[in-house]
Structures are given as C-alpha cells and as structure tokens.
T-cell receptor, first 115, second 117 residues
Framework: AQTVTQSQPEMSVQEAETVTLSCTYD???????LFWYKQPPSRQMILVIR??????QNATENRFSVNFQKAAKSFSLKISDSQLGDAAMYFC????????????FGKGITLSVRP | GAVVSQHPSWVICKSGTSVKIECRSL??????MFWYRQFPKQSLMLMAT?????????EQGVEKDKFLINHASLTLSTLTVTSAHPEDSSFYIC?????????????FGDGTRLSIL
C-alpha cells in the first residue's frame, strides 16, 4: 500500500521569505502522480501544484515549485516570496494512474506566515 | 474549469436523525466521486468511492449501513448519514475527477460541516 509522510506538523515563515515543506512517499509503482493541496481556514481544498512521476523536470506554478526526487521518493514544496494568504494547511498527496484511482494524503502541515 | 458543488455547507441536527449531503459536478460528468471525512487539524480520510450506476466501494472500517452512498447520475452523488449521533459530527468533503484522462486532478467540493446535538 502506498503511504505519504509529512513529518513536520507545523512551520512558520516570515512574509516575503522562502519556505520548504517536506513530503516523502512509499510506493512500488513506477508511474504515478503527486500533488500539493492547500486548505485555508475556509477548508476549501485548493490544488497548488502537481507532478507526473515520469517527468524529470520539476513542476512550477508562479511562486510555488517542487523538488521531486524520484529515487529518494521525496516531493517537497517550495514557496517563494511568502504572502499572508499562504497561511493554511498543506497536504501532500499521491495518486496512481488510472481514471478512478484514489488519492492518498499525508497528515498535513500547518503553515503560518509572520507579517 | 471543473466545478464540484456540495450542499449543504453546514447542517445541525438532533441525534437520531438522518442527514443527506449532495455532491454535484456542475460542468462535467463524473463516473466516480469520492467521499472524505476530516476532523479538525487532521488529514482527509477516504470513506468510500462512489461509482455511477453501481455500489459504492467502502474503505476498511467504514460502516456501509451507517454511511449510505448513492450515485444515481453522472453528475450527482449523495451521502446519507443514517441515525446520526454526536460522534458522527465532522467535516465531510466530496471530490470528483475532472474529465480528460487519468492525469487530471480531483476537484473538491467546499465541504459540509455536520454537527449532531
């Protein structure tokens, strides 16, 4: 069974600084997808970024980028130029290929942004 | 983009009553939807996978008779919490895979906060 581990329950970052959120996973599959979701206090789940395992290039979405290390099964999220609106819970998630495959979430990390 | 609507957003009811939560894909057809439960400051726990036109697939430990799932059309799945008790109070979220292939992400509803008195 696949597992996703987020070992840091909380992190804090100064506004405008950079922060990296860690995530590791365990799988025997060679092809899969990885995601970072953001859940602000409103509790809406917002997709931040996704990475296809077969792609070597790290995904980037504006201030958000990932460091995908397939051999190490590591998938960290870097947030640059942190903003107050980035404060939220962040969940790392894994999904196998297949149209109806389910997401496996990590425990999440609470990120606070200091003004 | 793909939109998933969930209703109601918040419900308060007495112990012993049944509560129905709806999950709709507004601008796409979803043969599969997923139901999650989330306690405060915790992760999303998958309860069941809802398949259009067939029985739902429940995760281990989830009571089928307690959490009834119906996926009668390609745009609607419902979760009914039967004979709800205070321990069923939680945040329930649904999601559906956007069309276009298996590389498409799941899109989530805004969730339902259920409080049983």
């Amino acid at each position: 069974a696949q597992t996703v581990t987020q070992s840091q329950p909380e992190m804090s970052v100064q506004e405008a600084e950079t922060v990296t959120l860690s995530c590791t996973y365990d799988t025997s599959e060679s092809d899969y997808y990885l995601f970072w979701y953001k859940q602000p206090p409103s509790r809406q789940m917002i997709l931040v970024i996704r990475q296809e395992a077969y792609k070597q290039q790290n995904a980037t979405e504006n201030r958000f980028s990932v460091n995908f290390q397939k051999a190490a099964k590591s998938f960290s999220l870097k947030i640059s130029d942190s903003q107050l609106g980035d404060a939220a819970m962040y969940f790392c998630a894994y999904r196998t290929t297949g149209a109806n495959s389910k997401l496996t979430f990590g425990k999440g990390i609470t990120l606070s942004v200091r003004p | 983009g793909a939109v998933v609507s969930q209703h109601p957003s918040w419900v308060i009811c007495k112990s012993g009553t049944s509560v129905k939560i709806e999950c709709r894909s507004l601008d796409f057809q979803a043969t599969t939807m997923f139901w999650y439960r989330q306690f405060p400051k915790q992760s999303l726990m998958l309860m069941a996978t809802s398949n259009e036109g067939s029985k739902a697939t429940y995760e281990q430990g989830v009571e089928k008779d307690k959490f009834l799932i119906n996926h009668a059309s390609l745009t609607l799945s419902t979760l009914t919490v039967t004979s709800a008790h205070p321990e069923d109070s939680s945040f329930y979220i649904c999601s559906a895979s956007a069309p276009g292939g298996f590389n498409q992400p799941q899109h989530f509803g805004d969730g339902t906060r259920l409080s049983i008195l």
